[in-house]
């Protein structure tokens, strides 16, 4: 079924504030985390509150627009276990919102013949049983003549992977969890969190405390916390926007989402959710924050693009259009799922680190169980806080 954007209803929410309000759970940031985490706690019956400074789906942070890549392929074996769990997560979210939110459509990592990376992709998509194919030059031009590669390049297809959408994904949770009775309140920012056995958020329409607080604020997570200003580096990526004049050969159906291990580090998608191939090259990636970040796309990163599109994929014209995100990166590349280390009733949520979306609905579940004092077998050590912001 194919998606087009503004296909649901915004979720808006007519309550406001008292002075003093009180919840069992408060999530802050209605983003991909926070609005799994408000979901999986009011499915379980719990009282929740979530609470976003903008509207639900704006562009000003990480989980926004029409496409994200899912994909299998992580070198890390607990990475790739991870997106094999979250895969089953994203077919029970489906089947309790009755609306597609995974597309297959394959997927390729591309690059030179002998890449390092692209041994590694292959050896962890066949220990987890994906049956990934290896396409040499010739077979991959037969298979996919949209491409015009190097003699010497192949690629590693696989074939779960496949798109999951922010735009539609967080208006499905915010429905979800308004149906189980979570309070959603936009235009709402936090502005001090107050640790304690009842921590406390002063927010811009009054103090709110609760039994536990989650906070998932992204890009504003080092402000909210200040523990972790040094852990966390934001930074700003950005998306070209090609349409081609024979918009078939790119439809997600002959197109999959690709990969390049090469000087571009380039990712993309078929023209899905948007009439575009969606295409991102990691050249450079300012840093940034939150409350101080650009909406212009670097020059170099621009020019980067265009050339990798002249190159490779010809038959696409220029572009016409460019957006950005931020990206909040741990180190190592690594989630942080993990209690405040002055508040046990705080849990601490950036999984994202460029690769985090992929893994929403099981993220949810993660962080609910946190929550409410579980031990779930995904939450993995590695999630933990460094020592030096603990």
């Not at 927010?203 to 402000?223: E, K, N, Q």
């Not at 200003?229 to 078939?248: I, N, Q």
């Not at 690594?334 to 994202?352: N, R």
Request: overall charge neutral; glycine content about 8%; charged content about 15%.
């Amino acid at each position: 079924m194919p998606f087009r954007l503004g296909s649901l209803k915004p979720v808006r929410s007519a309550f406001r504030l008292r002075t003093v309000k009180h919840v069992q759970h408060l999530v802050i940031g209605a983003g991909a985390a926070g609005s799994a985490a408000a979901y999986q706690l009011a499915r379980r019956g719990q009282e929740v509150m979530l609470i976003e400074q903008f509207s639900l789906g704006h562009d000003k942070g990480s989980s926004f627009g029409p496409s994200r890549i899912f994909r299998l392929a992580y070198p890390e074996p607990d990475y790739a276990g991870l997106a094999q769990a979250a895969l089953a997560s994203w077919q029970l979210l489906e089947r309790a919102s009755g609306q597609p939110l995974y597309w297959r459509t394959g997927g390729l990592d591309l690059g030179p013949a002998g890449t390092p990376s692209l041994e590694e992709v292959y050896s962890s998509l066949s220990a987890l049983g994906a049956a990934p194919e290896r396409l040499g030059h010739r077979a991959l031009s037969r298979r996919f003549p949209q491409w015009r590669l190097p003699p010497d390049w192949e690629a590693v297809y696989s074939p779960e992977a496949g798109i999951v959408s922010p735009q539609l994904t967080l208006r499905v949770l915010a429905e979800l969890a308004r149906s189980h009775g979570a309070q959603i309140l936009e235009g709402v920012v936090a502005l001090e969190i107050e640790p304690g056995q009842r921590p406390a958020v002063n927010t811009s329409a009054g103090t709110i405390t609760c039994d536990h607080l989650i906070v998932a604020a992204g890009a504003w997570l080092p402000r909210l916390v200040p523990e972790l200003a040094s852990l966390l580096s934001v930074t700003l990526a950005a998306s070209s926007f090609y349409r081609p004049t024979d918009s078939a050969p790119f439809q997600p159906q002959n197109f999959p989402v690709f990969i390049t291990h090469d000087e571009f580090q380039a990712y993309g998608f078929p023209a899905f959710g948007v009439p575009e191939v969606k295409v991102g090259v990691d050249v450079l990636r300012p840093v940034t924050s939150g409350d101080g970040r650009s909406f212009e796309v670097p020059e170099q990163v621009a020019q980067a693009s265009d050339t990798f599109m002249r190159r490779f994929l010809p038959q696409i014209g220029e572009a016409t259009a460019r957006s950005t995100c931020l990206i909040t990166r741990a180190p190592g590349g690594d989630f942080v799922i993990a209690a405040h280390p002055a508040c046990e009733q705080i849990t601490l949520a950036s999984p994202c680190s460029g690769h985090g979306f992929k893994f929403t609905p099981l993220l949810g579940e993660l962080l609910a169980a946190q929550a409410l004092g579980e031990r779930h077998p995904w939450q993995l050590p590695r999630f933990a806080l460094p020592a030096q912001a603990t």
